[in-house]
């Protein structure tokens, strides 16, 4: 994860961030007026962006997400939950660009024309982790913040995005790739090797980021469901509900694993 910092030493990185944000929030605030959850969530093609962005720019794409996703916020569901959306938007960028090669089904972090059915499949699979782990991370918050319940707010976010990024996804980002790479302005061309090192073990950790977030994913589904949580211990009157509690082991895997990639 070294990039995510060092990355701001780069003038072209800082920009991209900018352009990421700016480009996020003006495809998400237009829609603001159309709720699924009313204050929390909405219909979101935008949700295409991070995913993308994070492929094509790497941690400028990720943070750019982050912030694109505070900036929508302002505009009709900011809140606290925003600093769950924060967090859950940028692991929704940071997941894509990280795990892409260290699934056995594309060579770089800039092989990104999607020619091939291994590709197809390859950035299927990039949608569908990047996806559930943005709505576990939120979902998770809201559910410790007492503000929406696991159930349904984390597979509606989930599968929004999901949606979003399988239908747009690969044609925006055909759009967009050759061009940006004839500019110089893919992020593996921006940034020096010695400011973004390979983690230490990167299938492990894309092994447990893919664990942690099916883990989270069922066990907080289960727990809503009033599955297994009289196992789930209670600590005080004011503890996290047994569904956060249940949840949050998961969150350490996917955030070790990330670590690890």
Same mark, same amino acid.
């Given at each position: ?31 603001? +007026? ?7 969530? /909405? ?12 492929? %094509? ?5 990720? @943070? ?7 900036? +929508? ?7 606290? *939950? ?57 979902? @998770?918050? %809201? /559910? ?35 061009? %940006? ?34 883990? *989270? ?45």
């Amino acid at each position: 994860m070294k990039e995510v910092f060092t990355m701001w030493k780069y003038t072209k990185m800082v920009v991209l961030v900018a352009v990421s944000a700016a480009f996020y929030a003006a495809l998400t605030i237009p829609l603001k +007026g159309i709720p699924i959850i009313p204050g929390y969530t /909405e219909l979101r093609p935008g949700a295409v962006v991070p995913v993308v962005f994070g492929l %094509l720019f790497g941690p400028a794409g990720a @943070w750019g997400a982050a912030f694109g996703n505070v900036i +929508g916020d302002f505009f009709g569901t900011f809140g606290i *939950g925003t600093i769950f959306g924060f967090f859950g938007n940028f692991f929704y960028g940071f997941l894509a660009y990280k795990v892409w090669t260290h699934m056995g089904l594309a060579q770089s972090a800039d092989d990104l024309q999607i020619n091939s059915w291994k590709k197809v499949v390859n950035f299927g699979l990039v949608v569908v982790l990047s996806s559930l782990a943005c709505g576990l991370i939120i979902a @998770w918050g %809201l /559910e410790g913040a007492k503000l929406v319940p696991f159930l349904p707010v984390g597979p509606i976010i989930s599968v929004n995005n999901m949606i979003a990024c399988l239908i747009l996804g690969i044609p925006l980002l055909g759009l967009l790739h050759a061009r %940006l790479n004839r500019w110089d302005l893919l992020w593996s061309a921006i940034m020096e090797q010695a400011d973004n090192p390979p983690g230490p073990t990167p299938k492990l950790g894309t092994a447990l980021v893919w664990g942690g977030v099916l883990g *989270g994913f069922i066990t907080g589904i289960a727990l809503s469901l009033g599955i297994g949580v009289a196992i789930i211990p209670q600590v005080g009157s004011g503890a996290l509900s047994p569904v956060a509690l249940g949840v949050a082991p998961f969150l350490i895997i996917v955030l070790v694993g990330s670590l690890l990639i």
